[in-house]
């Protein structure tokens, strides 16, 4: 047996060995999180603790994620009762496979596992008002206060049933169970939300590059979206006046997969609502949000007519995240792209172009400092040369006066160009940064993008 099968074998071994006593596990506590026995006896629940059949889980003013051996876990969030009705998983999915579940209260994020894949009846969970069964993979499901359920897919389909009815509910859409059982569920328009994660509390992605099913596939890291809320860290970039703006204090709308709907930047006095269209170039990690709009863009608070129509070419670029809260003041580390927006020509005169980039920043109480090195490529053959440094103040960072050159094309002959960037560090110990970028080509117009990086955790080299 070559060493990856035998991996496979005991990891397998290990789950089928564990099937009975442990019907999943604690990946992930914070705040009062307890599980209560079917016989009243209550403990707390921190990281690694294991469940057992009948648990009931409290969170209460905290949060916690649940791994289950099948590869399924549920994200549960504050104020929530969950409760593990039946979990059976012995390595293999021969029939006897059972996930079983119920949320009474609270809000939770699903991603299935093995079970329910090759029998969908095996996989349930039930609320005071309707059974969410599977039918694809990820969903958020929350009971609202007057007892109603509305759930919202984030990939394949999930059924929603009552008493009265059934309906699927693709990614992307949302649906609801009445309070009264005799009427039947319904699409609707509301999108559910949960409250953002306190800063630096999202938990871990829950898989280990290496981990697998029982079966020996691989686990897929699960990215939960960020969430509809305050105090979010953003940056812009626009056709109108400013060009480029930042907060970190802004009201974020995020939909069911986590693209940014509508920002109000409560510091700078303006507010983006996407009114109608699609997000373009849109990545997010579970950290850092990006994308770009396009289609009727409404601006509010500016110098810059409302609503504004992106076409293809254009949009209104963003990065978004919680703000980290308090910064590093030693050290310094390397920041490689993590994903970007298409740069576009304000006017959309031609299709989007390319970004690359990196940072090296210095984290120093005294004397902090944010070297940047972008490179902007569109597809008339104008390449730009961005680099330079600034400082920054808390969590945010801007700059109008890094060094611009041109590398290709007719960039930046003529009267020069000039750049205006603005960014926030975000996550854990400034685990993220998010850049949005304006450049003025007074021969080619103005460009805009933006850009989220992750900390590498190298140091810059001395």
Same mark, same amino acid.
């Given at each position: 047996?070559?060493?990856?099968? $035998?991996?496979?074998?005991?990891?397998?071994?290990?789950?089928?060995?564990?099937?009975?006593?442990?019907?999943?596990? #604690?990946?992930?506590?914070?705040?009062?999180?307890?599980?209560?026995?079917?016989?009243?006896?209550?403990?707390?629940?921190?990281?690694?603790?294991?469940?057992?059949?009948?648990?009931?889980?409290?969170?209460?003013? @905290?949060?916690?994620? #649940?791994?289950?051996?099948?590869?399924?876990?549920?994200?549960?969030?504050? =104020?929530?009762?969950?409760?593990?009705?039946?979990?059976?998983?012995?390595?293999?999915?021969? &029939?006897?496979?059972?996930?079983?579940?119920?949320?009474?209260?609270?809000?939770?994020?699903?991603?299935?596992?093995?079970?329910?894949?090759?029998?969908?009846?095996?996989? *349930? %969970?039930?609320?005071?008002?309707?059974?969410?069964?599977?039918?694809?993979? @990820?969903? $958020?499901?929350?009971?609202?206060?007057?007892?109603?359920?509305?759930?919202?897919?984030?990939?394949?389909?999930?059924?929603?049933?009552?008493?009265?009815?059934?309906?699927?509910?693709?990614?992307?859409?949302?649906?609801?169970?009445?309070?009264?059982?005799?009427?039947?569920?319904?699409?609707?328009?509301?999108?559910?939300?949960?409250?953002?994660?306190?800063?630096?509390?999202?938990?871990?992605? +829950?898989?280990?590059?290496?981990?697998?099913? /029982?079966?020996?596939?691989?686990?897929?890291?699960?990215?939960?979206?960020?969430?509809?809320?305050?105090? !979010?860290?953003?940056?812009?970039?626009?056709?109108?006046?400013?060009?480029?703006?930042?907060?970190?204090?802004?009201?974020?709308?995020?939909?069911?997969?986590?693209?940014?709907?509508?920002?109000?930047?409560?510091? *700078?006095?303006? *507010?983006?609502?996407?009114?109608?269209?699609?997000?373009?170039?849109?990545?997010?990690?579970? %950290?850092?949000?990006?994308?770009?709009?396009?289609?009727?863009?409404?601006?509010?608070?500016?110098?810059?007519?409302?609503?504004?129509? +992106?076409?293809?070419?254009?949009? $209104?670029?963003?990065?978004?995240?919680?703000?980290?809260?308090?910064?590093?003041?030693?050290?310094?580390?390397?920041?490689?792209?993590? /994903?970007?927006?298409?740069?576009?020509?304000?006017?959309?005169?031609?299709?989007? &172009?390319?970004?690359?980039?990196?940072?090296?920043?210095?984290?120093?109480?005294?004397?902090?400092?944010?070297?940047?090195?972008?490179?902007?490529?569109?597809?008339?053959?104008?390449?730009?040369?961005?680099?330079?440094?600034?400082? !920054?103040?808390?969590?945010?960072?801007?700059?109008?006066?890094?060094?611009?050159?041109?590398?290709?094309?007719?960039?930046? %002959?003529?009267?020069?160009?000039?750049?205006?960037?603005?960014?926030?560090?975000?996550?854990? =110990?400034?685990?993220?940064?998010?850049?949005?970028?304006? #450049?003025?080509?007074?021969?080619?117009?103005?460009?805009?993008?933006?850009?989220?990086?992750?900390?590498?955790?190298?140091?810059?080299?001395?």
């Amino acid at each position: 047996m070559n060493r990856s099968a $035998l991996m496979l074998a005991l990891i397998s071994a290990a789950f089928a060995g564990n099937a009975g006593a442990s019907a999943g596990r #604690i990946d992930f506590s914070i705040g009062g999180v307890v599980a209560t026995r079917p016989d009243g006896q209550q403990r707390p629940l921190a990281k690694g603790a294991e469940l057992q059949n009948g648990d009931t889980i409290r969170t209460n003013d @905290g949060r916690a994620q #649940i791994r289950f051996p099948d590869g399924a876990y549920v994200s549960l969030q504050p =104020n929530t009762v969950f409760g593990v009705k039946e979990y059976k998983y012995e390595g293999k999915t021969d &029939g006897k496979e059972r996930g079983f579940f119920s949320l009474l209260k609270g809000a939770m994020r699903a991603v299935t596992g093995l079970i329910g894949r090759v029998n969908r009846s095996t996989y *349930q %969970i039930t609320t005071p008002t309707a059974t969410v069964g599977i039918r694809g993979t @990820g969903g $958020l499901i929350v009971v609202l206060p007057d007892g109603s359920t509305l759930i919202r897919g984030s990939s394949g389909i999930w059924s929603l049933s009552n008493a009265s009815g059934s309906i699927d509910v693709p990614a992307g859409t949302s649906g609801v169970a009445p309070a009264d059982s005799s009427q039947p569920p319904q699409e609707t328009g509301e999108t559910p939300s949960v409250p953002p994660a306190p800063p630096g509390t999202t938990g871990p992605d +829950y898989v280990a590059g290496g981990d697998r099913t /029982g079966t020996g596939d691989p686990i897929v890291p699960t990215i939960i979206p960020l969430a509809t809320g305050s105090g !979010y860290g953003i940056a812009v970039a626009s056709d109108g006046y400013p060009m480029v703006t930042s907060d970190t204090k802004a009201d974020a709308v995020f939909n069911g997969t986590g693209q940014l709907t509508s920002a109000n930047l409560t510091s *700078q006095f303006i *507010q983006y609502d996407l009114l109608s269209g699609a997000t373009a170039d849109f990545g997010t990690d579970g %950290i850092l949000a990006w994308g770009r709009w396009v289609g009727d863009v409404a601006i509010l608070g500016c110098d810059c007519s409302s609503p504004v129509t +992106y076409d293809a070419n254009q949009g $209104l670029h963003y990065v978004v995240g919680m703000p980290t809260p308090v910064m590093p003041t030693t050290g310094s580390a390397i920041y490689t792209l993590l /994903g970007a927006t298409n740069p576009t020509y304000a006017d959309g005169h031609t299709a989007p &172009g390319t970004f690359a980039g990196s940072l090296e920043v210095l984290f120093d109480a005294r004397s902090p400092s944010v070297t940047m090195a972008f490179s902007v490529a569109m597809p008339d053959g104008n390449k730009y040369l961005l680099n330079g440094s600034t400082t !920054y103040s808390g969590a945010l960072f801007s700059s109008s006066s890094l060094t611009v050159t041109g590398a290709g094309g007719s960039a930046c %002959i003529g009267s020069g160009c000039f750049s205006d960037v603005q960014g926030f560090f975000s996550g854990t =110990n400034a685990a993220r940064a998010g850049v949005a970028y304006h #450049i003025n080509d007074n021969y080619s117009a103005d460009i805009i993008g933006a850009a989220a990086f992750k900390n590498t955790g190298v140091p810059v080299p001395q």
